[in-house]
Each structure stands twice: as structure tokens, then as C-alpha cells.
């Protein structure tokens, strides 16, 4: 086992991930410069053009642009993408549904954990695979709504509703949660997702792996009903064919 691939990668990324409440800008760091060393195995990053899709305040951006490719951000909720209080180098406001980039502009599109955030999760993908070049990769993830993290702030309550999740939420803080089912947080499943890329002809399959884990637990991919409970995180890695 390796500190890049391995158990001891998975309990350093368990360890940041204590702190995306208290220090955000801590685990997302670290976050973005785990996601880079999982692209970089798959294909040089120097010079090459990366489109970070929905990466809010910048930290993929960063980490991509600390490997010397030319990466860009594309991001459509303004508050997000002024979190750090600038925006940051190489900022779009832009929606990932309507790229304002040409066909095969990219030789690496990226999104972290946003395609649980939108209602259109194939509308969203195919303008991924559009703006890849062929050859290039597009690296997927998402959090799957079964996982203990599926509800985010409202977990792991949303395994008894939503309904009763948001109602909880609100109850002990005092305020509504960030996130409302169905409004800008959905359930987004494993195997359906993992179906509706395979179906494709213009993308194969690099890898799937549950994100954080070691490597050698993607086997928990293999079982139905396992995965969605298990995985926490799908990670998907596609090459452009077509």
C-alpha cells in the first residue's frame, strides 16, 4: 500500500474530512491535491487544459495549476466562487449545463462532487464528454444519496426522509440546512449512474472506484445494494473515444 493509493491515503483523507466544517479551506486542499495525483496517473497534466466544472472557491483550480496545466474554472454560483473573497485565476461564471467552451476544448474536464447537486445528472455528463477532447479524460465523482453522507449536513438523518431530515436539521440549529432535497441536492444512486455511462459509445471506462477508499476496495462496486450504502463516494474516470 502506497501513501497515494493506499489505507494510509484513505485515514489521511478521513482525517481532513473532521475538519470541512471547522476549516474547509484545510480539507479541500487536501481534497484537490488527492483528486490531482488521481488524474496525473492517467495522463500529464503539464500544459495541458483542464476545465474545473462546479469547483466553487478555486482549491481544484489551485492544485492543477500547481502542476503547470492550464486550468480554468467554471462555476455558477457567484458566492461560492467568492469564498476565498477574489475570484480566483482563470474564473467563469458559468453553468455546467451551457459551457461557454468549443467542442474537444479540454484535455481534462473535472467535477468534484457536484452532480449530486444538479436535476439533470446524464444532461450533465454529456456536456463533460462534449467540451473533452478524444483521448482526453473526464474524472467524475459524486456523493450517492445512500451513503452516511448522501444528506450532507442533514446526515445521516436523511436515511429516515428527507422530509425529516431538513425538518431536524432546522429544529437543532436554529436555521434552514444549505441544502434541500430536490432543490439543489438530489438523489443521485450508483448502479443507475454507472449503467447510463457504460450505455455510452462515446466514452470507455478507465477505472471506478469508490473515492476515498483504498484501491483495493473497489470489489464493493460489484454488489447492488452494498455499493450505495458502502461506497460514501463514487469515482468515475472516463476516456473520450469519439
Not at 462555476?75 to 459551457?99: F, I, K, N, S
Not at 462496486?221 to 472516463?238: D, F, G, K, Q, S
Amino acid at each position: 500500500m502506497t501513501s497515494t493509493s493506499g489505507l494510509a491515503r484513505s485515514v489521511r483523507l478521513f482525517r481532513a474530512f473532521r475538519k470541512e466544517q471547522s476549516d474547509p479551506g484545510f480539507f479541500y486542499s487536501q481534497l484537490a491535491q488527492d483528486s490531482v495525483n488521481q488524474v496525473a496517473r492517467h495522463c500529464e497534466l503539464s500544459q495541458r487544459i483542464v476545465l474545473d466544472i462546479g469547483g466553487g472557491a478555486g482549491e481544484f483550480t489551485a492544485a492543477f495549476r500547481s502542476r503547470d496545466a492550464l486550468c480554468y474554472l467554471f462555476e455558477p454560483d457567484r458566492a461560492e466562487m467568492l469564498g476565498r473573497g477574489t475570484p480566483p485565476a482563470g474564473a467563469v461564471l458559468a453553468d455546467g449545463y451551457w459551457l461557454p467552451v468549443s467542442d474537444g476544448a479540454a484535455d481534462v474536464c473535472f467535477s468534484s462532487n457536484v452532480l449530486e447537486h444538479v436535476p439533470d445528472p446524464e444532461g450533465f455528463i454529456g456536456e463533460m464528454i462534449r467540451v473533452t477532447k478524444p483521448g482526453g479524460l473526464i474524472y467524475l465523482s459524486f456523493t450517492n444519496w445512500y451513503s452516511p453522507w448522501g444528506g450532507h449536513e442533514m446526515s445521516p438523518w436523511h436515511y429516515l426522509g428527507a422530509g425529516f431530515a431538513e425538518r431536524r436539521y432546522a429544529s437543532r440549529q436554529g436555521r434552514r440546512p444549505k441544502h434541500h432535497v430536490d432543490g439543489n441536492l438530489f438523489r443521485v444512486h450508483i448502479g443507475p449512474t454507472l449503467a447510463m455511462i457504460r450505455a455510452r459509445t462515446d466514452v470507455c471506462v478507465v477505472e471506478a472506484l469508490p473515492r476515498y477508499y483504498p484501491r483495493w476496495c473497489r470489489p464493493l462496486l460489484l454488489v447492488p445494494v452494498l455499493r450505495e450504502v458502502t461506497a460514501w463516494n463514487l469515482l468515475v474516470i472516463m476516456r473520450r473515444i469519439a
